[in-house]
Structure formats: structure tokens, C-alpha cells
């Protein structure tokens, strides 16, 4: 079956790094769009970062400077590098194939705290 699963999730002070990756499998990643969403309690689901098959990215404001998305064909991965965290970086994490038939990933929890 077709899937995307992601890890790497977990707690880090303010200040912190973490590396999420996501690990398609059933398919082959590489020709498509792939996302990074976060979605908070209360908030709706908002878009972090997106590469496309050609390696151009793209960042929400929230993020530029401190996230790197990026892919690795040969392991059919997509990561989002994420560095000097905050707080309001806390959320849960999901990968997304943006080409239909879309495709969403179970989520990571990042949790950002001292």
C-alpha cells in the first residue's frame, strides 16, 4: 500500500533543533509535490513547506530562515531540517503528496519547551 510515514517528532528546548523525515513507500516520491503541514490545538492545519520535483522550495514567513525542507531521491525521503525552534513551533507534524490522488502521512508531535 501506499504510504507516507513520518518521524523524528519529539521534545526540544527553545533555541533547539530537530529533523523531521518522511518515508514514502508503495510509490515513488520523486515526480511529485511534497509538503510539510503543522497543525496546533485550536488552529487550523497551515502549510510549513513545499519542494518541488525540481528541488524548488517554498516557506511559510512563520519559518524562513530557521526550517529547510529538502529530499533524497535514492531514499524516496522527504525532511524538513528545523533549527532555532520556538514555543509556538509546538504542533503536529504530517507530510503530504500534493499531486492527486493527495496523500497525508499519520503526523509527528514537536513539542517545543523548556
Known amino acids: 500500500q501506499v504510504q507516507l510515514v513520518e518521524s523524528g517528532g519529539g521534545l526540544v528546548q527553545p533555541g533547539g533543533s530537530l529533523r523531521l523525515s518522511c518515508a514514502a513507500s508503495g510509490f515513488i516520491a520523486s515526480p511529485y509535490y511534497m509538503t510539510w503541514y503543522r497543525q496546533a490545538p485550536g488552529k487550523e492545519r497551515e502549510l510549513v513547506a513545499g519542494?518541488?520535483?525540481?528541488?524548488?522550495?517554498n516557506y511559510a514567513d512563520s519559518v524562513k530562515g530557521r526550517f529547510t525542507i529538502s529530499r533524497d531521491n535514492a531514499k524516496n525521503t522527504v525532511y524538513l531540517q528545523m533549527n532555532n525552534l520556538r514555543p509556538e513551533d509546538t504542533a503536529e507534524y504530517y507530510c503530504k503528496k500534493e499531486d492527486w490522488p493527495t496523500l497525508w502521512g499519520q503526523g509527528t508531535q514537536v513539542t517545543v519547551s523548556s
Open positions: 519542494i518541488t520535483s525540481a528541488g524548488i522550495t
